[in-house]
């Protein structure tokens, strides 16, 4: 065994009150994703932040703190859009979370309520090198619910969420109308209805705001925060994800947006090379597909090309593990990104979907996405090339905490 | 070869592959057309890195191949080329045996199988449900599969009979048989067991639990000896012999060691209920997925029974899978077990199976042991190593051109040859399509007759 992997696993157990100490992390290959890579690296980390950074040879070190060294280092992975945490890997009534069928519209319904930290499928995936995911309710009811965003420190979810309501979770299509929509009565059984269930409730949501406007208290109606949560939508402070994987859908929700003056995140997005250029003309950022995704039924048309059409197009896109009701439980973004770059986006490219541009997408480029001073010490320590499959992860660090990287899972 | 008893077809092979017979698009297409067209005549592929997988790679080499099958290989310069040879320079590209699936669903699944009606269906024949036009096929061509074993499901505790296929370019189920010495066409059987097949709450003449679903597997083998041994008694009997049972007579079959019983379980326990019934009946078995293989391997290699493993991204999805690993591989490999890969497709996607081999080198796997598991392993699984699973003089010529080394991530499958016919090529518009996917990337093939060229003419005739 790799001595290095030795010592990264003792560290590991000796790091719950490391995250104050000091780090040097020295990289023969660090991608900092705000500027070019530097050879022969070092990132100097105190107090769960980066300090600074730059090559070995000019940069100051401190001489006290830990040493930690790998081939490659990158920006901790960043999932765009995850069930991790809610939908569990044993898929047994007990650890599925992530769906409530008692109402079609829920978008009251939060994240931070059901995130279990300590589900088996967290530490996994952080042994892979993610460190930051958005996770909520699945993209399989009308308003399924909401996200959070969360660093995979696996502690709970009150200490481990940076934004406890980031998104309403929208799904248009099929996978938003219930098998049983007809006899139930209470879900939408096709597009138009979901929505016009969308459209009403959104004008619900305006006037119960304008109501709150008046200065009459007793005027003001009886709290309802399913309501609140879409005024949030409207504002952009907790804007929709539309989860469309058709383009009839991608269009649907490009012309929700516009009667609505929403500024949404499209996800998904199957046929998104079908609608490109609507979907460049409206400015909104996408949250692709997983790229090894199943192609069928409704994502039947998935291509592996549409990450570099959307990059060629210049629209901003994420690349997410997405949700799974089978196996595999999770798909990591490492991969599902790291196959792209034989499919039309350069390495760069590949690694900024799930680095970079999901931290812009999630309104948190301040805090992570890059290796900047100043910004949370997230970081993946890697033996060599992250995207090839016979590489491991040898640790990742979040918020200047190390944890093990994948030979305990492996 | 059933190729060459309708050649029209081969070259009508998609409609929307219409464009293979124009002029060339490129250089790849005009062999794609000539190995179409031109089997009568040897091919030398000349200066790939050649991974026969039996015996080492050869840096530069040479691979001729003759009407189907592979005349000669070995490094540049050492192999004669026959004097009518075509010559395909292949510099800078990586050949490799075609990719064996010793457990796939494409071909339309789940449409096929044994039903709800009972546990024990082993006179199902999954031929009768695959359709063969079923996008999944070609999909599986892009990834470099030349053979699968095509099963029905895990949701009785015998499903039925698998068929070993080759992904020919053919249209037709018929045309893609394996046709055996005896005249069979090569299958196996599928069997269950932990708790796809456990569904009493739902059905009620399946098993409730893991010992009835023993005890059941058990009954129908005893029946079935019994029913072979009143036919060898009563053989001159037309009255005393036992009427036909067209599942007896398959579950004979596989006590007789005729046909492996491919055998699908998960939990450790449940691979030794496998080993158990092995031990009783004495059939051949193949253990299929064996996520916690890594708990019992040496169970395993006492028992000498071969692995056919899926490769998952996550452990989990059921609560049976909850301990798969990467290991897996490597640990059946030191305790000196037969491993193959599977693909499981729709579990995974036939386009990422070369992944499979690279996430167990990753779980410790020798790089070696990772590529045969891909070929010559799951050709031995299948009992037709004598045939494909490696680059040798005499085998069929499967074979896949790689960019580069098959266990990066960044390289492509750009040809897959079958018997010599080139049956996807990624610079081919029509075949791109599947292998990236797209619009029109999960449709059936459009109507493949030999006399209707596109899918239009095929409409206004019908």
């Not at chain 1, 992997?5 to 560290?11: D, E, T, V």
């Not at chain 2, 893991?210 to 005893?222: D, P």
Request: hydrophobic share 40%; aromatic share 6%.
């Amino acid at each position: 065994m790799n001595p290095f992997i030795c010592f990264l696993a003792l560290a590991a157990l000796a790091s719950s009150t490391l995250s104050a100490q000091t780090l040097v992390v020295r990289a023969g290959m660090l991608h900092t994703m705000a500027g070019p890579p530097i050879e022969d690296a070092v990132v100097i980390i105190a107090n769960g932040k980066i300090v600074r950074l730059g090559p070995a040879a000019s940069t100051a070190t401190p001489r006290t703190g830990r040493v930690l060294e790998a081939a490659v280092v990158i920006p901790g992975l960043i999932d765009a859009h995850s069930v991790l945490g809610l939908s569990g890997q044993l898929n047994q009534p007990h650890d599925q979370d992530q769906l409530d069928r008692s109402a079609p519209l829920q978008a009251d319904l939060r994240a931070i309520d059901a995130y279990n930290a300590k589900e088996p499928l967290v530490e996994f995936s952080r042994s892979l090198g993610i460190t930051t995911i958005n996770t909520g309710h699945a993209p399989r009811a009308l308003i399924s619910g909401t996200t959070m965003v969360a660093k995979l420190h696996a502690r709970t979810a009150d200490q481990d969420v940076i934004h406890p309501q980031r998104m309403i979770t929208v799904t248009l299509g099929q996978f938003g109308i219930p098998s049983d929509a007809s006899s139930t009565g209470k879900s939408p059984g096709t597009r138009p209805k979901s929505l016009a269930m969308l459209r009403a409730d959104l004008v619900k949501a305006q006037e119960y705001a304008a109501k709150f406007l008046l200065e009459d208290k007793t005027k003001h109606p009886a709290r309802n925060f399913h309501l609140e949560a879409l005024g949030r939508g409207i504002d952009g402070s907790q804007p929709l994800l539309v989860t469309a994987q058709r383009a009839i859908d991608i269009l649907g929700a490009l012309r929700l947006a516009r009667e609505f003056d929403l500024s949404i995140i499209l996800d998904g997005c199957a046929e998104a090379h079908l609608a490109l250029d609507e979907i460049k003309a409206s400015g909104f950022p996408v949250i692709l597909h997983p790229t090894m995704v199943r192609a069928a039924g409704e994502m039947e048309n998935i291509s592996m090309t549409t990450a570099a059409k959307l990059q060629a197009h210049g629209i901003p896109f994420a690349i997410q593990g997405g949700y799974e009701s089978y196996a595999p439980k999770t798909r990591n973004v490492l991969f599902e990104a790291g196959v792209l770059v034989a499919r039309g986006l350069t390495w760069d490219q590949a690694l900024a979907s799930i680095t970079k541009s999901p931290a812009q997408i999630l309104g948190l480029s301040d805090r992570i996405g890059t290796i900047e001073p100043g910004k949370d010490a997230d970081l993946a320590l890697y033996n060599g090339d992250p995207f090839e499959y016979t590489t491991h992860c040898l640790g990742t660090v979040i918020d200047g905490q190390l944890y093990p990287g994948e030979d305990d899972h492996i | 070869m059933a190729a060459t008893d309708n050649p029209c077809c081969q070259n009508d092979r998609n409609p929307q592959d219409y464009s293979m017979l124009k002029p060339s698009l490129s250089a790849a297409l005009i062999i794609a057309a000539l190995s179409a067209f031109a089997q009568t005549s040897p091919v030398a592929y000349l200066g790939a890195k050649i991974i026969p997988v039996h015996g080492d790679p050869i840096e530069q080499g040479i691979l001729v191949i003759d009407a189907g099958k592979i005349v000669a290989l070995g490094p540049l310069g050492s192999v004669t080329i026959p004097a009518n040879a075509t010559h395909v320079d292949v510099t800078g590209k990586t050949i490799m045996p075609g990719l064996v699936d010793s457990h796939s669903h494409i071909g339309g699944w789940p449409g096929f199988g044994a039903d709800d009606s009972s546990p024990i269906q082993p006179e199902t024949r999954v031929i009768d449900g695959i359709d063969a036009r079923d996008a999944t096929v070609q999909r599986a061509q892009s990834g470099g599969i030349t053979t699968a074993n095509i099963m029905p499901g895990s949701g009785n505790l015998v499903s039925g009979q698998t068929l070993y296929a080759k992904l020919r370019d053919v249209g037709s189920i018929e045309d893609m048989v394996i046709t055996l010495p005896d005249g069979r066409m090569a299958g196996g059987v599928k069997m269950a067991n932990g708790t796809n097949s456990i569904k009493q709450t739902t059905h009620a003449k399946f098993p409730g639990s893991r010992a009835k679903s023993a005890a059941l597997v058990r009954e129908a083998f005893v029946a079935a000896g019994e029913y072979r041994d009143k036919l060898a008694l009563h053989a001159d009997d037309p009255e005393k012999r036992p009427a036909r049972d067209l599942g007896l007579e398959t579950l004979v079959e596989v006590l007789a060691g005729r046909r492996t019983v491919q055998h699908h379980t998960h939990r450790h326990d449940d691979i030794l209920t496998v080993l158990r019934l092995k031990r009783e009946f004495g059939f051949n078995v193949v253990l299929q997925h064996v996520s916690e293989g890594w708990k019992v391997a040496d169970q395993i290699a006492a028992a000498g029974v071969a692995c056919s493993l899926i490769v998952l991204d996550s452990p989990g999805g059921k609560l049976e899978a909850r301990d798969f690993a990467w290991r897996t591989g490597a640990v059946l490999e030191k305790a000196g077990v037969l491993v193959g890969f599977h693909t499981d497709d729709y579990i995974v996607d036939s386009r990422f199976f070369l992944r499979a081999a690279a996430l167990a080198v990753r779980g410790g796997m020798s790089r070696e042991g990772a590529l045969r598991a891909l070929t010559i392993n799951n050709a031995k699984i299948l009992e037709l190593d004598d045939r494909i699973g490696s680059l040798e003089p005499g085998k069929d010529a499967d074979f896949i051109v790689l960019s580069g080394d098959p266990l990066s991530a960044y390289t492509r499958i750009e040809q897959t040859y079958i018997e010599g016919q080139c049956v996807f090529d990624i610079t081919d518009p029509a075949d791109q399509l599947f292998a990236d996917g797209g619009f029109g990337a999960s449709a059936p093939t459009a109507p493949y007759l030999c006399c209707y060229s596109t899918q239009i003419d095929f409409a206004q005739n019908h």
